[in-house]
Antibody, heavy 119, light 110 residues
């Protein structure tokens, strides 16, 4: 059974760095073709893809946010970590991690974690 | 890279069919066979309902179907049911190996 769970702070201050962890089970990120992405959804707005890390450690970032994002993985712990620097109130959103397989679609999602940016 | 364009809302009566469009460019929808659709009910995680333009994951109702023509993909919901009331998002794998989502469509069952 595939599961993903996001964890991290619910509240961060402007200019701080956000660190989110995705802990997953039911698959291995060392298996060829497996990938994990981070996606967010601000309140009342659309989904926005942020970043992806592949089984071979290739990394991809949203063009508009790539200077602020870093994605990494710890295969032994079944975790993927996303850091986002210089947080701003517009970054307030529910952040999801999701699995992508060779079908290049997100077939399993975590429940999401709401991050509020406020002083 | 701008989001794919979807209508803000689409509505229909129970039993009717509705279609949601998703317009991109030749760098994403037009140039990709990896277009998918997600259904999102309030306070729930998105659920994959169509992948690779036309394919349904196991367990997804056959009332959902996908297609593509040029830079525009479409999701059709046949035999509309009250449980189909949700937000729907398209997404495309791009030439640069990233993913881009659509602006989202709210489906109302009247």
């Amino acid at each position: 059974q595939v599961t993903l769970r996001e964890s991290g702070p619910a509240l961060v201050k402007p200019t701080q760095t956000l660190t989110l962890t995705c802990t997953f089970s039911g698959f291995s990120l060392s298996t060829s073709g497996m990938c994990v992405s981070w996606i967010r959804q601000p309140p009342g707005k659309a989904l926005e893809w942020l970043a992806r890390i592949d089984w071979d450690d290739d990394k991809y970032y949203s063009t508009s946010l790539k200077t602020r994002l870093t994605i990494s993985k710890d295969t032994s712990k079944n975790q993927v970590v996303l850091t986002m620097t210089n947080m701003d109130p517009v970054d307030t959103a529910t952040y999801y991690c999701a699995r992508m397989t060779p079908i290049t679609a997100f077939d399993y999602w975590g429940q999401g974690t709401l991050v509020t940016v406020s002083s | 890279q701008s989001a794919l364009t979807q209508p803000a809302s689409v509505s229909g009566s129970p039993g009717q069919s509705i279609t949601i469009s998703c317009t991109g460019t030749s760098s994403d929808v037009g140039g990709s066979n990896s277009v998918c659709w997600y259904q999102r009910h309030p306070d729930k995680a998105p659920k994959l309902i169509i992948y690779d333009v036309t394919n349904r994951p196991s367990g997804v109702s056959s009332r959902f179907s996908g297609s593509k023509s040029g830079n525009t993909a479409s999701l059709t919901i046949s035999g509309l049911q009250t449980e189909d009331e949700a937000d729907y998002y398209c997404a495309s794998y791009t030439a640069s190996r990233t993913t881009i989502f659509g602006t989202g469509t709210k489906v109302a069952v009247l």
